[in-house]
């Protein structure tokens, strides 16, 4: 608007553009405290948040899920009224948080697995079947082998190794629910 405004005459000219220039003055100075107090504030916010990202770092590995979650959650509510950090900070001091949050999902999943009734009884019926699979092929090797058909037992015997290779497998599976 001061462009816009035109020339004054040459001997007003000088003053007014010294007024104008002082008031431009006083609200950049005034612009500037505002802006250093934010900056202030948002780093000691920052540094606040990086004391939560360490607490919350504790955290991992997980060993206790539900106070793991607890204590994440209690962590996170005074995360959320910190406040704003500088922009350029963000990223860091969120992505530690993410991490964490990650590792306890993780941890969820893996105890959902691991105690899935659904899962964990398809891995028993798996795991009967292939026990059960094994015992007779044993069976039918002993009475192959007593009937003195070595050539018969020798295939079953190829086959059984296929079948106890598959049983192991279902075996461990199985460990990973607990039983």
């Known amino acids: 608007e001061w462009k816009a405004a035109g020339r004054a005459q040459r ?11 002082g008031a431009q003055d006083v609200f950049f100075a005034a612009r500037s405290e505002v802006f250093a107090e934010r900056d202030a504030e948002q780093g000691e916010n920052l540094k606040l948040k990086e004391e939560l990202a360490a607490e919350a770092e504790k ?9 793991a979650r607890a204590a994440f959650r209690a962590i996170n509510e005074r995360w959320e009224a910190i406040g704003h950090v500088p922009r350029d900070a963000r990223p860091k001091v969120e992505g530690r948080m993410h ?11 893996t105890e959902w697995r ?14 009967g079947q292939l026990q059960a699979a094994v015992d007779k092929l044993r069976g039918q090797i002993d009475a192959a082998r007593a009937a003195g058909n070595n050539a018969k037992a020798d295939k079953l ?23």
């Open 11 to 21: 001997e007003a000219e000088d003053d007014l553009w010294n007024r104008f220039r």
């Open 59 to 67: 955290l991992v590995p997980v060993t206790d899920l539900k106070a």
């Open 99 to 109: 991490a964490v949050e990650r590792a306890l999902q993780e941890s969820e999943e």
């Open 114 to 127: 691991r105690t899935n009734p659904e899962a964990r009884a398809r891995a028993e019926g798996l795991t």
């Open 157 to 179: 015997a190829k086959e059984l190794e296929g079948r106890q290779a598959l049983l192991d497998q279902a075996l461990k599976g199985l460990e990973e629910f607990g039983g």
